[in-house]
């Protein structure tokens, strides 16, 4: 075997092969403690426009292009547009949705049950709060009720059907049944610092109001109070 693969080149295949690896994968977990490590394979990766994507409230890592690849890659054209991944206008809209529906309410199961765990703990340990993992805490969004509830903005039944199949394969969602799950990227690529004070301050906050998820709902009205009350 090259001499120059070794686990940071062997990790930086991984991801470009299967575009995501688990949290837990033996790699990424050392990685994640193993500085290192991380600087290797940031660097093996930049070599070719790309950078380590990783958030603590998501279960898996992924990679994405480095701003100055992106001109190269894509052009003036692609940069321009909506996306970089060819979704048609409306399945980007869904993508919105869906994010709203899941990781907003994902987001602030994860830092309640932080809280209250560092509740019980001791003093000494109360910095050292553990966060659930995304999976543990992720809800499952009703199909039936999506499509209740925004089928007519989002293209009726066909068009919202296809653009879950497109969302699916892109890794942004997963389906059991009929319902719709989190998938390894949805916490990963969109931004969760920029995207969340313009859905909960916005307009889209009005619109998202009318689902009537047993899950989503109350826990969108929740996280709109909590930013009013700041």
């Known amino acids: ?13 991984q991801l470009l092969a299967r575009r995501w690896l688990a949290r837990s994968h033996p790699l990424v977990k050392r990685a994640l403690i193993d500085a290192e490590l991380w600087t290797a394979v940031t660097e093996r990766l930049a070599g070719v426009g790309l950078r380590l994507v990783d958030n603590v409230y998501a ?68 910095a050292a709060k553990p966060l659930p993992t995304a999976a543990s805490v992720s809800p499952l969004l009703s199909y039936r009720s999506l499509l209740a509830d925004f089928g007519d903005q989002l293209g009726k039944k066909t068009r919202l059907d296809g653009n879950l199949k497109l969302l699916e394969r892109h890794g942004f969602i997963t389906r059991k049944g009929e319902d719709i799950a989190e998938g390894p990227l949805l916490d990963l690529l969109l931004d969760y610092d ?5 859905i909960l301050d916005g307009a889209l906050a009005d619109v998202l109001a009318r689902t009537t998820d047993p899950f989503a709902a109350p826990a969108l009205a929740e996280a709109r109070a909590a930013r009013n009350d700041d």
């Open 194 to 198: 920029q995207l969340a004070p313009r």
């Open 1 to 13: 075997m090259n001499p120059n693969f070794d686990d940071a080149a062997s990790l930086a295949a």
């Open 59 to 126: 279960d898996h890592v992924t990679v994405a292009l480095l701003r100055p690849a992106e001109s190269a890659v894509f052009g003036e054209t692609g940069l321009a547009a909506n996306n970089n991944l060819e979704l048609p206008r409306d399945g980007v809209s869904l993508l919105v949705v869906l994010w709203s529906l899941i990781v907003l309410p994902k987001r602030q199961r994860q830092l309640a049950r932080s809280e209250d765990a560092g509740d019980n703990q001791g003093e000494m340990f109360a």
